[in-house]
Structures are given as structure tokens and as C-alpha cells.
């Protein structure tokens, strides 16, 4: 036995866990650990040669990664960004791979939706048709969508090109809009490539109709997008944040929404999650915010189990002979 999924919490691998063993011709037995599992047995740790995770993979120190899994050749990783617990594993050379550009998928559809949907003032026509008094209401809402941007020629920005903000990119180019992307570590021939131009974030923010942020999470990015950036919107443009919460300055969002009511936020993602009770955030009323779902989920989810696994079968080649093992219960 060669290969464990590592997890936070032994019901968060049940997915992954059916995934791999459902292909048992060409794995080995699986077993789970987690964490506490792995300390309590350092004989089995010292056989594993692969380790398979998903999100919430658990922090090894250096000293953790050297004791228990001094065999460790690979790491797959189901889910998006390893670098929160990538560390100790670089260092000892062990590659981990990702299912990074499969999860940009369902995040870059779901930017797409809301693109759309916003040029067109789908959310704030939605809400005043609804708080309001029939035909007043349907008159009101109406005018309200009626005075955004629409989606023929409207200006679109990207904030952070890797992997998710180069498929947004990617979506919108059968629209008829305009793609501006502000990212200092991308060239601006990769950007131009791509049928977008490269400005710079101040450009941004002051002539995009819609904005969308695909910053990386790191400690350069937080609290990266300011007051000065916000207030500077148009009148009727729209950020969309599926990045992180705390690359966005909410006290200053919160401020540039309450003074133009015009502007709207689609927030995915907020520096808390969920936001504080009495977050003002909840009482600004062009602020809408979904629970963290642009991400992989349902079904979505085994595309990220796929990628992983096809990596695994291209760095370690199955065995000629397949029996089936059964696997251990999760």
C-alpha cells in the first residue's frame, strides 16, 4: 500500500475517496488520514509513496513532512491554489499537482453569468421590481435596467490574469465588448494575445462598465482595492469579486456604493465568511453576496477528481496485472 488521501476531516474525503476507489483496477488499496491519524501511525506514513487531497488539506511543518512521509514522491491536489500548505513540500523538491485549471472553470461560467446579467441591470432591476408596487414597480425597474450599459461594446475589466482571469477572458470573446486587464506580472503581448488590452488599475476601475477580481491571495494583494479605486467607478458599473475577501478595503466598498446607488457589487467572497451580524455590508442595499459558490461543487467537483487522478496514472503508470482491492470505508 502506496497511496492515502490526507484530509482535514475523514467526511470531507468521502467524495474522493468513492472517485479513486471506484477506479481500484489501477490503484492500490486507499486509505484515509487524517492529520491526528497520520501522527498516531508513522510506520504506515513511512510506506506512502503518493498522497492524494482535496480542499482543507491539513499544515505540515518541515519536521512533520521529513518524520512522517519520508518516502513521499507526489502530491495530487483536487482543488485550486496549494501555495497555503505548499511550503515544506517544495522544499523537499515533491511536486504537487493541481486541479488549478479545472476549478477556473465553474469560477470563470459563473463571472460570465454575472457579467451579462449586470450589463443588462438584472440585480438592482430584480430588487426594485420587487420591493415595489406593481405597474409603479415594473416602470421603475425597467428604466433602472434600461439605463446600464448592455452588453453590446460595453467595457469589461479583468484584475488579475492567471488562471480564472484568463478564461474570463477567454468567454467573453464571442461578445462583442471590450477587455481590459491590469496584471504587472503578465506581458502586455500575452494580454494582447489574448484580444485584451493592458491599463493600469486607476484606468481600470474609471472606464470599466463591469470590473471583476482575480487577484491572487497573497499578502501584497490585501486590502489591495481602496477607496480611491471604488469611487472612481461610473455611474451604473459593477465589480464582481471571486477572488478573496480581504484583497477588497469593505469599509471604503461599502462607502462608494452608498454614494452612488447606481454602482453595484456582486460579492462572492468577503474578508469574513460569513460577514459579521451587523456587517454593513448586509445593509447596503447595491451590495448583493452569494455564500462562496463559484468554486467547483456538485458535479463540478469530479472534473477536479479526473485531472488529479490523470496525473497520478501519467507520473506513476498503473501496474500490468489490475486487480481490484477493495479500499477502506470512509
Known sequence: MTEAILIDDRANAKGFYDFLTGHAA?????????????????????????????????LLSDDDLARLF????????????????????TRRSIPIFTAKDENAIPVAEFVLAQILLANKGYFLAERE?????????????????QSMAGNYRSTVGI?????????????????????????????????????????????????CDVITNHLPDTERTSTL??????????????????????????????RAMREEPSRLALLDVTRHEPPRPM??????????I??????????????????????YLTFRPPPTTNVSVPGEQV
Open 279 to 288: 456587517s454593513a455590508i448586509f445593509r447596503t442595499n447595491n451590495i448583493l
Open 26 to 58: 489501477a490503484l492500490p488499496q486507499i486509505r484515509v488520514l487524517e492529520k491526528e491519524d497520520a501522527m498516531a501511525d508513522p510506520g504506515f506514513c513511512a510506506q506512502v509513496r503518493f498522497l492524494f487531497s482535496c480542499w482543507n488539506m491539513p
Open 290 to 311: 452569494s455564500p462562496h459558490i463559484a468554486g467547483s461543487q456538485a458535479a463540478e467537483i469530479e472534473r477536479l477528481y479526473e485531472a488529479v487522478y490523470n496525473a
Open 159 to 207: 484584475v488579475g490574469f492567471g488562471a480564472i482571469g484568463s478564461l474570463v477572458a477567454k468567454l467573453l470573446q464571442p461578445f462583442d465588448m471590450h477587455v481590459l486587464v491590469h496584471d504587472p506580472f503578465v506581458s502586455d503581448e500575452d494580454i494582447k494575445q489574448a484580444g485584451a488590452r493592458a491599463v493600469g488599475l486607476q484606468e481600470l476601475f474609471a472606464v
Open 70 to 89: 519520508p518516502r513521499l514522491e507526489a502530491v495530487f491536489y483536487a482543488a485550486g491554489d496549494p501555495s497555503y500548505f505548499a511550503g515544506p513540500f
Open 129 to 145: 421590481y420587487r420591493r415595489g408596487f406593481w405597474k409603479f414597480a415594473f416602470r421603475s425597474a425597467r428604466r433602472l435596467s
Open 225 to 254: 482595492l481602496t477607496y480611491p479605486l471604488f469611487s472612481s467607478m461610473k455611474p451604473h458599473a459593477t465589480f464582481i469579486n471571486t477572488g478573496r475577501g480581504r484583497q477588497v478595503d469593505e469599509k471604503a466598498l461599502v
